[in-house]
T-cell receptor, first 114, second 114 residues
Framework: DAGVTQSPTHLIKTRGQQVTLRCSPKSGHDTVSWYQQALGQGPQFIFQYYEEEERQRGNFPDRFSGHQFPNYSSELNVNALLLGDSALYLC?????????????FGSGTRLTVV | DQQVKQNSPSLSVQEGRISILNCDYTNSMFDYFLWYKKYPAEGPTFLISISSIKDKNEDGRFTVFLNKSAKHLSLHIVPSQPGDSAVYFCAAISRRGGADGLTFGKGTHLIIQP
């Protein structure tokens, strides 16, 4: 049974560019959350998707947007990249929308902005 | 302003002894707490959780203690094993409403010495 799958594993982008990161949740899970983990920090909540809608959002600017597809997979889009966006982006899946914290995390996408 | 604090960046413990990882929080709205374990190049893995209505939760070698008055929780691992060497994150959330995903600490790197 595959867990959470994220692609790509590593990515290098230039300032000002746009990036799309992808996540396939664990089988049986319908909720996807995205977290940003900067070097030496804990993961920071970006947003959560359930039933193809953004249900919750953390303290991130509108440059960060997302989407959830009918098969529950999700994309994270970041526009106008800044050097400070360099981080590990983690996708976590769970079942049942909000208030279910039995998250399964993927291994992440390492984004480097130069 | 860090709402979840793990003040020990690293901790070294001898194999077979007890490992105690500490976590402090400032937001009195938090009512659910979790511990995650992370190996290099992998996503965080859920370990154990505790609701604010309890003061202890045990799962095998892992026990989490919650002291609400002190806004402090700790994770005890007994006995410590080499495979326990990893980064441990404390996380918290307010389930009563307006939750903005999990709030994580910066992590404690646990090293189990043979």
């Amino acid at each position: 049974d595959a867990g959470v799958t994220q692609s790509p594993t590593h990515l290098i982008k230039t300032r000002g560019q746009q990036v799309t990161l992808r996540c396939s949740p664990k089988s049986g899970h319908d909720t996807v959350s995205w977290y940003q983990q900067a070097l030496g920090q804990g993961p920071q909540f970006i947003f959560q998707y359930y039933e193809e809608e953004e249900r919750q959002r953390g303290n991130f600017p509108d440059r960060f947007s997302g989407h959830q597809f009918p098969n529950y997979s999700s994309e994270l889009n970041v526009n106008a990249l800044l050097l400070g966006d360099s981080a590990l982006y983690l996708c976590a899946s769970s079942r049942g929308g909000m208030n279910n914290y039995g998250y399964t995390f993927g291994s992440g996408t390492r984004l480097t902005v130069v | 302003d860090q709402q979840v604090k793990q003040n020990s960046p690293s901790l070294s413990v001898q194999e077979g002894r007890i490992s105690i990882l500490n976590c402090d929080y400032t937001n009195s709205m938090f009512d659910y707490f979790l511990w995650y374990k992370k190996y290099p190049a992998e996503g965080p893995t859920f370990l154990i959780s505790i609701s604010s209505i309890k003061d202890k939760n045990e799962d095998g070698r892992f026990t989490v203690f919650l002291n609400k008055s002190a806004k402090h929780l700790s994770l005890h691992i007994v006995p410590s094993q080499p495979g326990d060497s990893a980064v441990y994150f404390c996380a918290a959330i307010s389930r009563r409403g307006g939750a903005d995903g999990l709030t994580f600490g910066k992590g404690t790197h646990l090293i189990i010495q043979p």
